[in-house]
């Protein structure tokens, strides 16, 4: 007989109100999947009304995932501003991709989850801080009891298994669809997969006793309650981030102008100095006593043989 763990309602989200330069961005409150009951890009008019339903639609359910991967509000931010900024730059593409909100969370992923992060100094300590909590032995808050999950349960995951548990278990995506958007074969996610479940019931022991079928779901619900319960920052609005992103190009743009034509003007100096410098060295002065030789001069060879 299988034993079910109380799955808790999703608490009210925590997030604050955005600041005064910022716009909060639409979206559901709570969940980690975009919501449904809006419009789809594909229903608006131009780009930017795209681009503007999509953000509607994915940013604050990803701001959510980014923190279930990162643990840290701040690079979680980061990595949804990153991927909606290189999202815009490359709408052209990400209109005509099969997936445009897989496009963007993949681009999310990616950056949360970049190595870099992991040399961040606040990141160390923020991690240090956060543990401690009775990893491991299934005593600590409640866990085995409540089926609370604690933060450190899915960091202490490798990066790969973090992803694909997300995807898979909370997102709902299927093997095929997770494997694909985590750039590994089938077999490889199922074993990801397996692997991140068997650490989960390192701190939640119960999970060992619940059905196969209603692992998936269980698990789902406890990301939700765990990324309910981060003091995640406010987005900017759907145009602030297009503006943010056009901006960027200008300015790399403009840099692209500068270094090209610095190149251009040492160049162009190159060429002037040259001819110049090479004039100034055959006029140069001879030293005293240095004889007065061509070197193709057959008086200069007789000199030279008499020598």
């Given at each position: ?27 559901p409150s709570s969940g980690l999947t975009e919501t449904a009951d809006l419009p789809r890009p594909a229903a608006a008019d131009g780009p930017a009304e795209a681009f503007d339903l999509l953000y ?232 005293a006593g240095a004889p007065a030789v061509s070197g193709s001069s057959p008086d200069g060879q007789e000199n030279r043989a008499a020598g």
């Open positions: 007989m299988t034993e079910t763990l109380s799955i808790p309602a999703p608490a009210e989200d925590a997030a604050p109100e955005a600041s005064e330069r910022e716009e909060p961005a639409a979206g509607a639609r994915l940013a604050r359910p990803l701001l959510r995932q980014t923190y279930l991967l990162t643990g840290d509000p701040a690079p979680a931010g980061q990595a949804v501003r990153h991927a909606f900024r290189q999202a815009w730059e490359r709408w052209p593409e990400v209109a005509v991709d099969r997936d445009p909100a897989g496009w963007v969370r993949t681009a999310a992923y990616d950056h949360a989850l970049s190595p870099w992060h992991r040399l961040d100094p606040r990141r160390r300590a923020a991690r240090r801080d956060g543990t401690g909590n009775g990893a491991g032995n299934g005593t600590g808050n409640g866990t085995e009891s409540g089926g609370r999950l604690p933060p450190e349960a899915l960091l202490d995951l490798p990066p790969s298994y973090r992803r694909t548990l997300l995807l898979h278990d909370g997102l709902g995506l299927g093997l095929s669809e997770t494997a694909a958007e985590s750039e590994a074969s089938t077999a490889a996610t199922a074993a990801r997969l397996m692997h991140a479940r068997e650490a989960l019931a390192e701190y939640v022991p119960g999970l060992r006793r619940v059905a196969p079928d209603r692992r998936r779901e269980i698990i789902r619900s406890m990301l939700e309650e765990l990324a309910d319960a981060g003091s995640l920052p406010g987005l900017p609005s759907a145009r602030t981030a297009r503006d943010g992103s056009e901006r960027t190009v200008r300015l790399r743009t403009g840099a692209s102008f500068g270094a090209a034509a610095l190149v251009a003007a040492a160049a162009l100096l190159a060429s002037l100095a040259g001819p110049q410098a090479h004039d100034s060295a055959r006029q140069a002065p001879r030293g």
